[in-house]
Each structure stands twice: as C-alpha cells, then as structure tokens.
C-alpha cells in the first residue's frame, strides 16, 4: 500500500456544525463550526427525562421518528441546543450508514412509492389506520394494555431460546390484509406497473409501506412491538426501534416454495402468518449470531422447527439464522416486519464482542475462561509441587 492511500485510509471526515461568527467554541463544546466524525457520538444510555422534540413538520431524509429516537441519546450538553443543531449532529450520524448511493436509492424509492399512492386505490381504508380492537385477539391486547413483563409473559412461549410465539392477529384482519394485498397485486398486473419485491431472496409478495401501509406499521411497531422487545431483547435495542420494513411473503408450488437459511437486516423480527390453505413451509432456526460468527456451526441445541398457523406470531432477533422449509402443498401468506433501531447500530460500532447475545461469541468467551482457569490451576499445582520438594 503507497503512504498516500494509508494517509486516506486516516483521514476524518468532518461534519459542520453552526457556531458564532468569531468561529470559537459556541458552547456545545466544538470548536471552529467543526466536529470530527470520529467524535460523532451517542451515549449508551438514554437521557429518559429529556423529552425529545418532533421532527414531523420537517423534509427530511430519514424518518422524523428517527430523529425524536436519537435525541434522547445525545451528549448532555447537546439537549438544550437549538432543534437545528441537533439535527445536524444526528443527521452525520445517520449519514455514516447511508452513503450517496444510498441516499440517491431512498429519493427514487420515495419518488416511487409517492407514484403509487397517487394512483393505487385502496380497496380497505379501515386498515390503513390502527385500530387494535378490530386487529388484534383480546389476550394480546390485554397484554399489551397492562404493559407489564408479567403480562407480556402470560401470552408468549419460548419456543426455544430467543424465538417467543403468542396468538395476535383476529382472522378478520387477516382476510382483510389478503385481500388487500390481491387487490394491490391485481391492479399492479392491469396497470403494468413495475413494483419492488421485498428482498433479493423473494420474489412473490409485496412491500405494504410502499401502498399506504407505512403509518400503521409503523403504530405497530412504537405502540405493540417495541414494548415486548424493551424486555425480551434489550441487549440489541429492543427499546429504541425507531424504523421498520414491512412486507408480506408468498409461498406456494406457484410461487417461491421455500427460503434459504439467512439472517435478516434488523434488531427484531416479527413473522405472524395470514394463511390461506398450506402444508408444510416450517421455519427452522439455526441459533443468534454476530457479523463475525455468522457462517459459523450450528450446536443441537439451537436447532428449532415451527410450524406455522394463521393469526400465531413469531417474534426473534433479526440476527437469529434461520429458513422456510419448502411448501408442500396451497399456498401460505405471512406478514414480515423487520424492526430496526438506529441507536443499537451507532452504539454497536464500538463494541468488541457481543457475547450477551451472539452464540458463538457466548462459547468463545467460556472457552477463553476455562483455559484461564486451566492454566491458574496448573500454576498452582506447580508452586505446590515446588514448596512440597
């Protein structure tokens, strides 16, 4: 490698932030108008008596609910500044994970989805909105309503480690988002109107933000899920979710019939089947694994089959590996919300191992211990020896 390129490699962006016209430091602690990007940092635990402000009214490039999730994260002396100046500082943050390209890809998706809302006519508008009580089986409800870790444990099952399941949906809702999405689908077909699947690994289903949708996911994410993950998986900012990708998945002999063993792009997944008529199609799990260890074995007791059933929900980390066996027979329908926290992926930057809650680091750790242990015990034996000689 020339010096030039390993000079590159050192340097620091810089990010702008206003300051007095003299350019000294303008009492958030920055000197010159400038913070090095090296120094953009949160805190790892939030400021909960500081009430973040509302970005709503404002165009921005990510999600304003984004931001109102951040503030409570930023430096102290950050919280009494000016809006502008927050939003500044969160907004190089978030910048540091979406590059030009990036950014270029959300503007067209933006212009895309604006597209469709113009023209795509909802056919059942009571969805677009949240209304638990038609949504959600009474039990769920009530949990979430007493929004105690006792009332959210009453309802859900530890399938297996980190893989909860609870009843959610009402079978209305669930015909009704069916139909709805049919509807999208056939007017798409009729109007020849190109749509986004939802991932690279899907090639049937539809991505719900993308016709109106977004709002009501995201209320089902701030109100009902965030809850249960704040207790359930803290450990990788179960609290803090702050955006999502909502989507449904088709399976059939006529559609994808089955889905690789992978892990998905988010902090919390949850998976609640919609139906309709279908034999086999068990998701299978495969253990929690960090970036660095995720091609890594699978020990027995990680290994986990669920099968589906209409209205059940799964809920797991997003980091937990898994699969769709393949559909045997009809075809299955499940409604997918991947649920991300920016603040769990600035602070995890700075973490060297995440052995709360990947596998593998778990076994690294303890090995590491135990040959730790070894090698007192054999230090010990050996001074022994050498006294008693």
């Given at each position: 490698m020339s010096q030039d390129a390993s000079v590159d490699r050192r340097k620091r962006t810089q990010a702008p932030i206003s300051g007095n016209a003299d350019g000294n430091r303008n009492g958030n602690g920055y000197a010159n108008g400038v913070v090095e990007d090296d120094e953009l940092r949160l805190r790892l635990r939030p400021n909960e008596n500081h009430k973040p402000e509302s970005y709503a009214d404002l165009q921005l490039d990510f999600s304003p609910l984004l931001?109102?999730?951040?503030?409570?994260?930023?430096?102290?002396?950050?919280?009494?500044l000016s809006r502008e100046l927050k939003l500044q500082y969160m907004r190089h943050i978030l910048l540091r994970y979406s590059p030009e390209g990036e950014r270029t890809r959300v503007q067209r998706h933006r212009e895309y989805k604006k597209m469709i809302m113009l023209n795509y006519p909802p056919l059942h508008k009571e969805l677009y909105t949240m209304d638990a009580a038609k949504f959600f089986v009474p039990s769920f409800l009530k949990a979430i309503n007493d929004n105690t870790e006792e009332s959210f444990?009453?309802?859900?099952?530890?399938?297996?480690?980190?893989?909860?399941?609870?009843?959610?949906?009402?079978?209305?809702?669930?015909?009704?988002l069916l139909s709805e999405v049919d509807n999208f689908e056939r007017w798409v077909h009729e109007t020849k109107f190109r749509i986004m699947r939802p991932n690279t690994m899907n090639n049937y289903g539809a991505v719900l933000d993308d016709f109106g949708l977004e709002t009501m996911l995201d209320k089902l994410m701030e109100d009902f899920i965030c809850p249960i993950s704040g207790v359930f998986f803290p450990e990788v900012g179960g609290s803090t979710l702050d955006s999502h990708h909502g989507f449904v998945v088709e399976y059939g002999m006529d559609r994808d019939v089955e889905l690789g063993f992978h892990v998905d792009d988010s902090e919390v997944t949850l998976n609640v089947c919609l139906g309709e008529q279908f034999g086999g199609g068990d998701l299978f799990f495969r253990?929690?694994?960090?970036?660095?260890?995720?091609?890594?074995?699978?020990?027995?007791?990680?290994?986990?089959?669920?099968?589906?059933?209409?209205?059940r929900a799964v809920l797991h980390r997003g980091r937990h590996r898994h699969g769709a066996r393949a559909t045997t027979s009809g075809q299955r329908v499940n409604l997918l919300l991947w649920c991300r926290s920016s603040v769990f992926r600035e602070l995890k930057k700075y973490k060297k191992e995440f052995s709360s809650w990947c596998g593998e680091c778990q076994r690294e750790k303890k090995e590491r211990q135990r040959i730790a242990v070894g090698a007192t015990k054999l230090e010990l034996f050996k001074r022994l020896q050498k006294s008693t000689s």
């Open positions: 931001f109102s999730s951040l503030e409570q994260y930023l430096p102290f002396n950050m919280l009494n444990r009453s309802i859900m099952t530890e399938s297996s480690p980190g893989v909860y399941t609870f009843e959610m949906l009402q079978p209305h809702f669930c015909e009704l253990g929690v694994r960090c970036d660095k260890h995720v091609h890594s074995g699978t020990q027995s007791e990680e290994i986990f089959d669920y099968s589906h059933v209409p209205g």
